[in-house]
């Protein structure tokens, strides 16, 4: 094989005498770029050889310690933060998505009471909750489900829950031009019906503004009468309840969810902040995980995903408010098997966010909209006979109907917080080297010439082991025992 073709090699090759061997490392001693090596060589007092032979190997301590320290920084993966803000002529409008706190219309929830405990279990899948067996309505549930066993809660809450339409959305306005129903699009979230203003599903189609104090102004009617819901379950306020977004994101309502109360005029300024994730082992993110079902990773649409892949495997089916093309889970399956299997992910940890090494880590690159929020009394006093005028309704129910929401930049600037490398391998090489040079005089010259003296010695000392060991070898075999004293 090939060892046994460089061993024939080196046996063939003459083993270089003493003298040839302490005059290569003399020449090696005066010649190298080492600095300070030759001094020890040259001189001839004692005195001297000590101390040149002293500085030497200090000097090499502290090189050696120096470049310890470089190595052992660079391998925590050091990062550093820098903010810069950014002025723009034209700034990407976010994509707000708006939901009546009053999920069902009444006439629904009349005739079918248990359609608000179904819709909570059914948006389960969103958000944690507890749903145990002896919780109001359970029983309830159960009975409905086995009388009503092809009842789809996805076509009823299309059907019957919160709609949008010039009877709800009395004004819309961005930018100064007229907008309507068609302008938004139609999403569940676990406040059932919602409508997304700017969603991203066409890119040439997001909204830009290019002045600061202007952006989208809307009137809803929430229309308290025709939709309820209910107070059991924690839903006793009358409004309408928005998330702003990017539009690469799905709306995220649990923590970032801004509430407009009925007769209020709520003015919201944002700002854009777009925060970059160094990839691991400096920072958390993976550029190169992707989602299956959106174009865009987000650590919330990815939890989505994570859960629906589980759903679907474990139960055979979907549910509806997750993403995927498999077939829907009916009620039934939502009792049996999907609300047991949420609980079971959620206990053994199997879908969870943040670090690198979790199942949905943190989007290397994130934009957030950091709002301000002030509310006024709305309508005033004149304004409030206006509208009643113009929308044939009492006062009273134009003070506990209407909400008014108004969203605009502050300024047409966004704050990068970048995470960035704090060593790059090049400054790492930088610093390396500047220690060599300060301590030692070295270069990368300085290695190659110790790396050739270290080969010519260990070349030699291989056929020093194929010559000299076989022939000793030899002779002592030949020896007989009793030429042995």
């Keep these: 094989g090939l060892l046994g073709k460089i061993k024939l090699y080196l046996s063939k090759k003459p083993l270089p005498s003493a003298t040839d061997r302490k005059k290569f490392d003399h020449d090696f001693a005066i010649s190298t770029s080492f600095h300070g090596v030759h001094n020890i060589v040259r001189n001839r007092s004692r005195i001297r050889k000590v101390i040149w032979l002293v500085v030497v190997l200090g000097s090499v301590s502290l090189v050696v310690w120096q470049i310890y320290s470089r190595l052992i920084n660079y391998f925590t993966w050091p990062t550093t933060t820098s903010i810069e803000v950014q002025y723009v002529e034209k700034i990407e409008f976010p994509s707000v998505t708006f939901c009546n706190l009053n999920r069902f219309q009444t006439a629904a929830v009349a005739k079918f009471g248990i ?42 809450i299309k059907n019957n829950g919160f709609y949008l339409n010039n009877s709800t959305l009395l004004a819309c306005e961005f930018f100064g031009i007229p907008c309507g129903p068609k302008d938004f699009k139609h999403v569940f979230t676990e406040y059932g019906n919602c409508f997304t203003f700017n969603h991203g599903e066409n890119i040439q189609g997001w909204k830009k503004v290019s002045v600061s104090g202007r952006g989208l102004s809307l009137i809803f009617d929430v229309n308290q009468e025709e939709f309820t819901d209910s107070p059991g379950l ?38 854009q902040l777009k925060t970059v994730h160094q990839e691991y082992p400096w920072g958390e993110c993976k550029p190169n995980i992707k989602l299956q079902n959106f174009r865009h990773y987000s650590t919330y ?35 049996n098997c999907v609300s047991p299997m949420l609980d079971y992910i959620e206990f053994k940890g199997l879908c969870t966010m943040g670090t690198h090494n979790s199942s949905c880590p943190v989007s290397c690159e994130e934009t957030e909209y950091p709002t301000t929020i002030s509310y006024s009394s709305f309508p005033s006093q004149k304004a409030l006979k206006y509208l009643s005028k113009k929308l044939n309704q009492s006062q009273d129910y134009i003070r506990e109907n209407l909400v008014n929401i108004e969203i605009n930049y502050s300024d047409l600037n966004y704050k990068i917080t970048q995470q960035q490398k704090a060593v790059s391998v090049s400054e790492l090489l930088a610093d390396v080297g500047g220690q060599l040079g300060l301590f030692c005089g070295a270069s990368m010259i300085t290695i190659i010439e110790i790396i050739e003296y270290l080969f010519t010695n260990f070349y030699w000392i291989c056929i020093f082991f194929l010559l000299k060991i076989p022939e000793m070898t030899q002779r002592l075999s030949a020896v007989s025992p009793s030429d042995i004293p």
């Design 115 to 156: 359609i608000v405990f179904l819709w909570h279990t059914v948006s389960k899948v969103l958000h944690r909750q507890e749903i145990g067996v002896n919780s109001t309505g359970f029983k309830e549930a159960i009975d409905f489900i086995e009388s009503h066993q092809n009842f789809s809660v996805t076509d009823f």
């Design 234 to 271: 924690g839903f006793a306020d009358a409004g309408i309840i928005f998330v702003i977004h990017s539009p690469k994101k799905e709306p995220q309502f649990v923590g970032l969810g801004l509430c407009s109360p009925v007769g209020m005029h709520t003015r919201v300024t944002i700002r």
């Design 301 to 335: 649409g990815c939890l989505k995903e994570c859960k629906a892949q589980l759903i679907e495997k474990r139960c055979g089916c979907l549910p509806f408010l997750l993403p995927g093309n498999g077939i829907e889970c009916d009620l039934q399956k939502y009792y």
